[in-house]
């Protein structure tokens, strides 16, 4: 099946894109690795009326050290280069997120920063069009009606990306392009609750950079998935803590792939924090999961399923962080 | 209608190709609709069960499905057309025959390019590069243990040589 039409744009530099970008009146998209655009446009989920092709725009590439040890990931690296990279593989817990996307096919194509920007997805939408039809239109198409879940005003398809927690952890940062200049949002900012406008980039801008201070801590990773290969997540977690063995004061715990957004969990990271990573501390820390997860949809798996998953990462990634 | 065709060049297994392509156009539509190339198939085309699978310029395996034709522009890849040089099948073909990794056939264009990919990473590929390489394409039938087999076979080759 062809896909749906549009106009095919790729501009040499970042400024000509932003320039289109800021100029063209139609619906864009970015297209960068194109796994997941191209998926949506298949699905005509995405009818995009340009798509602006930045998959190989210099701006966005690199993977560096800068001078005050800041570490520099360009939007635009492919995830198969990211997680060979010495400097990556310094970050284990970074690299074993990268490593958990799909397959190798996917991450030979995949960007950070298309990831990091994966559209939400749900047992609906993401449907074929010739599917979708049956029930019709949804909060994602433009219609006030969510079809996962009967009574939710507002769109919950889950944040499926398995690399938006492990930088979480690190405390990393996004940096936007847009005409006017550069601006830096905290990761922990950049996502939201309504699952259609799933994060603050402005339609004008382009994510170039994702910072994240250069640090030693601990990191544990983990992907609760059917399949190792190929699939999205049931549930991921990275947790990461400075110090050594049950010693430790900051602390950062992030589930992924649960609601519209990572979810940092601040309580149960200062559980840890203030009572180190005992056995007892770890289990009044598990005890503060579920309040902190908010509201759950049956989504894929159920709610309940969810917040037991939960809890079961949180106690396993803490107990593996004890040991790293 | 908004999309223009665009003149466009691509290398298909050393040969070259000028052709109008349209922005509706896969890869996957080029290589098998306009170049007649149709050895590579289309299956789920949402990027999970790999038979599109072709080799970039840098011998790695990527999903023509997934990818706007336009996007390539310039660039160079292999078929499984291209795996046979001069009439002599490709090392992995032939130990695909040797050790039956076929049965009805239609993954064997995906799984034998995304074999040479493995071979092409790393010409010593471990037991981890051989799973991270090939989880990433499906066959139904004749199963994974006797393609991984016929992979190891090559690799334990490379590793003679």
């Known amino acids: ?324 | 209608m908004a999309g223009k065709r665009q003149v466009m060049m691509l290398t298909i297994n050393g040969d070259d190709y000028e052709m109008l392509v349209s922005p509706r156009q896969t890869l996957l539509d080029v290589i098998r609709d306009q170049v007649g190339l149709t050895g590579t198939k289309e299956g789920c085309t949402t990027g999970s069960c790999g038979v599109c699978t072709i080799n970039n310029d840098r011998g790695e395996a990527v999903l023509s499905c997934l990818t706007p034709a336009l996007e390539w522009q310039g660039k160079a890849i292999t078929t499984i057309e291209g795996l046979e040089v001069n009439g002599e099948l490709d090392a992995l073909q032939n130990a695909f025959l040797d050790y039956g990794a076929v049965q009805c056939g239609f993954c064997t264009p995906g799984v034998l390019m995304s074999a040479r990919a493995v071979i092409n990473g790393s010409g010593r590929p471990s037991e981890e590069d051989i799973n991270d390489g090939m989880a990433g394409v499906l066959c139904r039938c004749t199963g994974h243990i006797k393609v991984k087999e016929a992979i190891r076979n090559v690799a334990s080759y490379n590793n003679k040589t």
């Open chain 1, 1 to 324: 099946m062809l896909l749906p039409d549009h106009e095919f744009s790729k501009p040499a530099n970042l400024q000509d894109s932003l320039a289109k970008l800021a100029n063209t009146s139609g619906e864009i998209k970015l297209l960068a690795g194109g796994t997941d655009v191209i998926f949506n446009m298949r699905g005509r989920l995405f009818n995009p009326d340009v798509l602006l092709s930045i998959s190989e725009l210099p701006e966005l590439q690199g993977i560096e050290q800068l001078a005050d040890g800041t570490v520099s990931l360009g939007a635009g690296c492919r995830l198969t280069e990211l997680e060979r990279h010495p400097l990556v593989r310094q970050y284990p817990g970074l690299a074993a997120g990268f490593r958990a996307v799909a397959s190798r096919h996917v991450r030979n194509m995949a960007t950070l920063g298309g990831n990091l920007n994966l559209d939400t997805r749900c047992w609906y939408a993401n449907q074929t069009a010739e599917w979708r039809e049956a029930k019709g239109r949804c909060l994602k198409t433009g219609l006030k009606v969510c079809h996962a879940i009967k009574s939710s005003d507002i769109c919950v398809a889950l944040n499926a990306s398995d690399v938006a927690p492990a930088l979480l952890a690190l405390d990393a940062s996004v940096v936007l392009a847009s005409l006017k200049g550069e601006r830096t949002v905290k990761l922990a900012d950049y996502y939201t609750d309504d699952g259609v406008e799933h994060t603050v980039r402005r339609p004008d801008e382009i994510m170039v950079r994702v910072l994240f201070p250069k640090n030693s801590d601990r990191m544990a990773y983990i992907k609760e998935t059917a399949r190792k290969g190929n699939d999205f997540a049931y549930a991921t977690i990275a947790a990461s803590a400075d110090g050594q063995g049950q010693q430790c004061s900051r602390v950062r715990i992030v589930l992924g792939s649960l609601t519209t957004r990572p979810v940092l969990l601040l309580k149960t990271a200062t559980v840890i924090g203030e009572r180190g990573l005992d056995d007892a501390a770890i289990e009044a820390a598990v005890t503060e999961v579920r309040d902190e997860l908010g509201a759950l949809t049956n989504l894929y798996t159920p709610a309940a399923y969810k917040g037991r998953i939960a809890r079961v990462l949180v106690r396993k990634a803490l107990l593996q962080l004890r040991e790293l």
